[in-house]
Nanobody, 115 residues
Framework: QVQLVESGGGLVQAGGSLRLSCAAS????????MAWYRQAPGKQREEVAFITNNARTRYLDSVKGRFTISRDNAKNTVYLQMNSLIPEDTGVYFC?????????WGQGTLVTVSS
C-alpha cells in the first residue's frame, strides 16, 4: 500500500533552517508528482511546493526564494529545504502524492518557528 512518512520537523528560531524529508513507498515514485502542504492553527491546508516527475517546481508566493523542493528518485524521497524561516511558517507540514483516483497524505510533521 502507499505510505508517506515525513520527518525533520522541529522547533527553530526565526531566521533558521530545517529540511523535511518524505520517504515514499507502494507506488512508482519516479513517475509521480509530489507536493508539500502545510496547515497552520485555525487555517486551511495550503500547498507550499510542488515537483513534477521531471523535477519542474512551483511554490507558494510567500515561500519563493526561501524554500526548495527536491527529489531523489533512487531513495524514493522528496525533500523540502526551508531557509530564513519566519513565525508565519509555523504549522504541520504534510507530504502529498497525487495518484489516479486518489490523493495520498503522510501523517505530518510539526514545524514551529519562534520569534
Amino acid at each position: 500500500q502507499v505510505q508517506l512518512v515525513e520527518s525533520g520537523g522541529g522547533l527553530v528560531q526565526a531566521g533558521g533552517s530545517l529540511r523535511l524529508s518524505c520517504a515514499a513507498s507502494g507506488f512508482s515514485f519516479s513517475s509521480n508528482a509530489m507536493a508539500w502542504y502545510r496547515q497552520a492553527p485555525g487555517k486551511q491546508r495550503e500547498e507550499v511546493a510542488f515537483i513534477t516527475n521531471n523535477a519542474r517546481t512551483r511554490y507558494l508566493d510567500s515561500v519563493k526564494g526561501r524554500f526548495t523542493i527536491s527529489r531523489d528518485n533512487a531513495k524514493n524521497t522528496v525533500y523540502l529545504q526551508m531557509n530564513s524561516l519566519i513565525p508565519e511558517d509555523t504549522g504541520v507540514y504534510f507530504c502529498n502524492a497525487p495518484r489516479p483516483g486518489r490523493v495520498y497524505w503522510g501523517q505530518g510533521t510539526l514545524v514551529t518557528v519562534s520569534s
